[in-house]
């Protein structure tokens, strides 16, 4: 992470916001040598070295993303770490956790080290490295897990690439369960989502599109499922997009079973009706599937069975996304957009705002077994503040990310991201302090 100097810094007229509440009044926060030094009264009085004001904001911890696509090493056209850190800072994540799907791809402790070398150089906000499951993620041989690990690498996943073969899935169950390594899979059968690129439903029948169907999904969570009751490994399922795969968890979950889940935020927002007018930005895997599925997850978040909310953030050059729907590269450029986009769903009374909060912060702290996500004296000093009164248009000029497709440009956004500390440094705007 860039290294800047450490000072003592006051944030004044912000309403505190966590998961599990939101202050009554505006109040003081002082920050200082990296953390939460105090609030109110105690914070008001103190000499600091800079102080923001920040009327009718919220101040809330620092965003964590479980899977952001930063495109480095490699496909330097589509983005870089610096680009889409700062992204994130701009998004209000202070945490993002780095996809394996580099070029080369991250299954050796020398990439990995690499990733964290230009982080520490270039990254405003801290970067966690998945590692590949397996070699080169072909899901044939595994890779040195205990390497990666020692490299920096605090999970692993295999990209949405399939295993070869249940038995290479177990066997990569049974080591990392070994170890007590976190998996972080996405489920997809690879036979039945085939050549398909959206959900297969009205719109796939309608427009003659190549379909997956949700048992694609669900057949592969019902075996990871029972592959990691049986290794006893901890298993996080990541990017669901099916009202059947949550309840499928829940049950496992209810049984005892060592399983969380993540949602993309777009899968929470948009249907397959997204795609009703060939919208390239919208091809995203997995599909956007229908409205009982968006409302299956939506309810999945809420009652806590999805423990997190992730960008998925997929950065492409414009040429990646100018072919015929079927051959576009899948992915959107989302994390600079989160917020707004949840707070749209708060808007509409689809999520209450702390349960927003929580799936951004606590929810998946917690999947990495670390215990962010409050507003505490001698807690790291990682927030957001954002005013959400205030909205912005997404366009090719202000969006830090190489990435320009967003999921709705020139439109108006609620939620502005004001301020971004991560470990007591202010690192959105990059301009310096504002009051």
């Known amino acids: 992470m860039i290294s800047k100097p450490v000072h003592s810094v006051r944030i004044s007229g912000v309403t505190l916001l966590t998961g599990a509440a939101t202050g009554q009044e505006p109040t003081s926060v002082l920050l200082r040598d990296g953390f939460i030094s105090a609030f ?16 009718g904001c919220y101040l809330s911890p620092g965003f964590v993303d479980l899977y952001c696509n930063l495109r480095e090493p490699g496909d330097s056209q589509k983005g870089s770490i610096a680009s889409e850190t700062l992204a994130a800072a701009h998004g209000g994540f202070t945490t993002v956790c780095a996809a394996p799907d580099s070029s080369p791809v ?14 520490s150089e270039r990254s405003p906000i801290r970067i966690r490295p998945i590692g590949a499951a397996t070699r080169g993620l072909q899901g044939e041989l ?69 379909g997956i169907p949700e048992v694609a999904e669900t ?19 990541s990017q669901l997009s099916t009202a059947r795969a949550v309840e499928m968890i829940a ?40 409205e009982n599925d968006r409302q299956g997850l939506l309810a999945g978040v809420r009652e806590g069975v999805v423990g997190a909310i992730v960008s998925q953030h997929q950065p492409h050059d414009p040429a990646a996304k100018r072919a015929p729907l079927g051959e576009t590269a899948p992915g959107l450029s989302a994390i600079e957009s989160v917020l707004s986009l949840g707070l749209v769903l708060v808007n509409a009374g689809e999520l209450r705002l702390s349960e ?20 505490r004296t001698g807690e790291q000093a990682d927030l957001c503040v954002f005013d959400p009164a205030a909205t912005w ?11 320009k497709h967003a999921p709705l440009v020139d439109h108006p956004l609620p939620g502005v991201v004001r ?13 310096g302090p504002t009051e």
């Open 393 to 403: 248009v997404a366009s090719a000029n202000n969006l830090c990310s190489l990435g």
């Open 40 to 55: 109110g009264d105690s914070a008001r009085h103190e000499p600091v070295d800079e102080e923001f004001t920040a009327d």
């Open 106 to 119: 991250n299954d050796s402790g020398a990439v990995t080290r690499l990733i964290r070398e230009v982080a």
């Open 356 to 375: 927003l909060i929580r799936a951004l912060t606590s929810g998946p702290s917690a999947i990495l077994g670390e215990t962010a996500g409050e507003l």
């Open 219 to 237: 057949t592969a969570v019902m075996e990871l499922l029972l592959l990691a009751e049986e290794t006893g490994v901890r298993l996080h399922l």
């Open 251 to 290: 049950d496992a979950q209810a049984r005892g079973v060592s399983v969380s889940a993540d949602v993309a935020m777009h899968q929470l927002v948009f249907t397959e009706q997204a795609l009703a007018g060939f919208d390239s930005r919208f091809h995203v895997m997995p599909p956007l599937r229908s």
């Open 142 to 210: 595994l890779s040195d897990m205990s390497g990666l690990v020692a490299a920096g690498c605090i999970a692993f996943s295999n990209a949405g690439q399939t295993f070869r073969d249940a038995r290479v899935l177990r066997r990569c169950m049974a080591y990392a369960r070994t170890f007590d390594y976190t998996l972080m899979l996405q489920p997809s059968n690879r036979a039945l989502a085939a050549d398909g690129f959206a959900h297969d439903g009205l719109v796939t029948a309608r427009l003659g599109l190549l």
């Open 419 to 431: 301020h971004t500390f991560c470990e007591g440094r202010q690192v959105w705007p990059v301009s």
